[in-house]
């Protein structure tokens, strides 16, 4: 009997339809890895599927690439919602002196920062309030300036403050993936940051920092940012000015 071999035998077919499919996943797995590396900034998971296509498996392409680095002196982590390859933590000591000095913040900063973070959208009255002290200018200025604040919107109440929000920035400077992994209550005593005994009714916030607009905000109005901008401008021209030096 004459066998026909005019066509592939499905088993042919089956293996070339694995050898197609494996070379693709590797392709993609070695984009992912180098738009990792070339990045200067986290990457979400859009923008890898803009190089590889939306139907590629990115959760398992990074979780093999997490796998991969797990033990190597960079990780692959998740922060703020994005991928990003991070010093390995039981290095980190080692390259403290090739790193930035980072910014002290203040007293003041610090705790206008943790306002913000747990009471947000928040205006500056509402948070000297919570202080229980007047916040300078200047001190929002450094937390805006360290993009670790935002500028959100307009309370719709008489004078129509400007409320403001925590960033991806912040996020990732403090290693969180979210807002909501930021330390409640029972942590914070846990931690000895609460001594004696607390009022019965305090309770510490659940934190949310939700991109749109709440319902007792509005926009920001474009003349705000051209009053931002000539502030700084001004500042900029004392600090050149001779007579100021």
């Known amino acids: 009997m004459i066998q ?3 066509h592939p035998r499905p088993q042919v077919l089956a293996n070339e339809r694995v050898a197609q499919r494996d070379a693709r996943y590797l392709r993609d797995k ?3 890895e180098a738009l990792l590396f070339a990045s200067a900034i986290p990457l979400s998971e859009d923008e890898f599927g803009f190089h590889v296509g939306a139907d590629a498996p990115l959760a ?8 991969d680095y797990a033990t190597r002196g960079v990780n692959l982590i998740r922060t ?7 010093t390995a933590d039981d290095l980190g000591h080692i390259l403290v002196r090739e790193r930035e000095e980072p910014r002290r913040l203040s007293r ?16 500056r009255a509402e ?17 805006l300036e360290s993009n670790w604040i935002k500028l959100r919107g307009r309370r719709r109440t008489p004078g129509r403050p400007v409320t403001y929000g925590t960033t991806e920035s912040f ?10 992994e930021l330390p409640g209550l029972s942590e914070l005593k846990g931690a000895g940051f609460f001594d004696g005994r607390l009022p019965a009714d ?3 916030p659940e934190p949310s920092d939700a991109p749109g607009l709440r319902s007792d905000e509005d926009p920001l109005d474009e003349d705000l940012f051209v009053l931002l901008a000539e502030e700084r401008s001004a500042a900029v021209d004392d600090a050149l000015d001779p007579q100021n030096a």
């Open 171 to 180: 996020l990732d400077q403090f290693g969180l993936h979210s807002i909501s």
């Open 108 to 123: 003041a900063a610090l705790e206008t920062l943790a306002i913000i973070a747990y009471h947000q959208p928040v205006t």
């Open 30 to 32: 070695r984009i992912v």
């Open 127 to 143: 948070i000297e309030d919570i202080r229980g002290v007047a916040t300078s200018k200047g001190t929002l200025d450094v937390l």
């Open 4 to 6: 026909d071999t005019s």
């Open 80 to 86: 703020a919602g994005k991928w990003a390859f991070r």
């Open 202 to 204: 305090f309770d510490v």
């Open 60 to 67: 398992e392409l990074l979780a093999e690439i997490s796998n």
